[in-house]
């Protein structure tokens, strides 16, 4: 169906999809057209306020199924008990939909791909989501629908991250963690970034500016030049060093920071002990880890002693979820203190 559209960059669209739905201009029974550089809104008529980038054109638009749904759900037809196994959650990174299925599920996995493609707005390509695998933390990813490869930009913060699923680690459930801890960060700080991925932690506290140096570190090679490409790209390059290694060959000779962030949620405690001795004696030590509910009272003495087992002295100030990671089990984060 032909409509009038607004055409922005992709690196406006979030922020113009936001204005032109508030402003009730953003047409809901016809789906946002995305390429990789741009995105063209359909809309019911131009906005007064100018629009940064923005050019308005007529154009070609596919019809959704149902302008009144409010979930996916509501556009996949399925018998009421598989319909009752479909997962409320799915994340969205760019232009790109990732979801989970239970094993019931993925024989309706291109329909179920096909609906999330028609209710996200922008989006281009769906996923199965079948995990992060390996060392280097590559996501494996089964096509559901859509077209195009797996790279993207996705916004978060006021930043744009390159981001590649399929070669690099990102979640796009950290987002207010991100934000979190560079808020943390004091003037004349220096922080290392640990299992970095695409750099997310060290781009958001290199924006803020505080920091005298960060030292972003991750095993896979793919990863630390998706965040160099978009420490260039943003203007950054010269507050982050990045570097591909192994954490445990890092942490020799690396000396000591004052704030260390440590994201290796399923393996991480191999590690710990080593980790600690790179935080400086008043430093703060964030710990991300996926732990089991009925740990979690007990985890922050446990990680103490742990870390005091490899020398200097320990406190646990806070911990907290992030986010459910399954039934039985939560992504925390720990924030542990070196007082000596």
């Known amino acids: 169906m032909k409509s009038l559209a607004v055409v922005v960059p992709r690196r406006t669209g979030e922020q113009t999809r936001r204005l032109l ?3 009730g201009w953003l047409r809901s029974d016809l789906k946002i057209d995305a390429d990789p550089e741009r995105v063209a809104f359909p809309v019911s008529g131009y906005p007064k306020a100018p629009i940064p980038d923005a050019l308005t054109e007529e154009r070609e638009f596919r019809v959704l199924r149902s302008a009144s749904a409010r979930s996916y759900r509501d556009l996949v ?3 009421a008990p598989e319909k009752g196994l479909l997962p409320r959650a799915f994340d ?5 939909v990732v979801i989970r ?4 599920l993925e024989a309706r996995g291109t329909q179920i791909g096909e609906a999330l493609l028609q209710f996200v707005p922008g989006a281009r390509l ?3 989501d079948r995990g ?3 060392v280097e933390r590559r996501r494996s990813l089964e096509r559901l629908a859509g077209t195009g490869p797996w ?3 996705h916004a978060e913060n006021g930043l744009t991250l390159d981001v590649d699923l399929q070669r690099a680690y990102f979640s796009p459930r950290l987002a207010r963690e991100h934000a979190r801890v560079a808020s943390a960060v004091a003037q004349g700080e220096r922080v290392f970034d640990l299992c970095c991925g695409v750099g997310s932690f060290s781009l958001t506290i290199a924006r803020d500016g505080k920091a005298k140096e960060i030292v972003a570190v991750d095993l896979n090679p793919e990863a630390i030049a998706l965040g160099r490409s978009s420490a260039q790209r943003l203007g950054l390059s010269d507050r982050i060093r990045f570097e591909s290694v192994p954490v445990e060959q890092f942490v020799v000779g690396a000396g000591t920071a004052d704030r260390v962030i440590f994201n290796l949620p399923r393996e991480g405690i191999k590690y710990l002990p080593q980790v600690g001795t790179t935080v400086e004696p008043g430093g703060s030590l964030y710990y991300y880890e996926v732990t089991e509910v009925e740990q979690e009272g007990r985890r922050p003495r446990e990680l103490v002693g742990t870390l005091e087992g490899a020398g200097g002295r320990w406190v646990a100030v806070r911990d907290r ?3 459910p990671y399954a039934p039985t089990l939560d992504l925390r984060v720990y924030e542990m203190q070196r007082t000596r």
């Open 21 to 23: 739905s508030e402003g």
């Open 77 to 79: 037809s399925l018998p």
């Open 92 to 96: 969205v990174i760019g232009d790109l």
């Open 101 to 104: 299925l239970p094993k019931e």
């Open 126 to 128: 769906v996923g199965l």
């Open 132 to 134: 992060v695998q390996g």
């Open 151 to 153: 790279t993207t930009r």
């Open 321 to 323: 979820r992030v986010h």
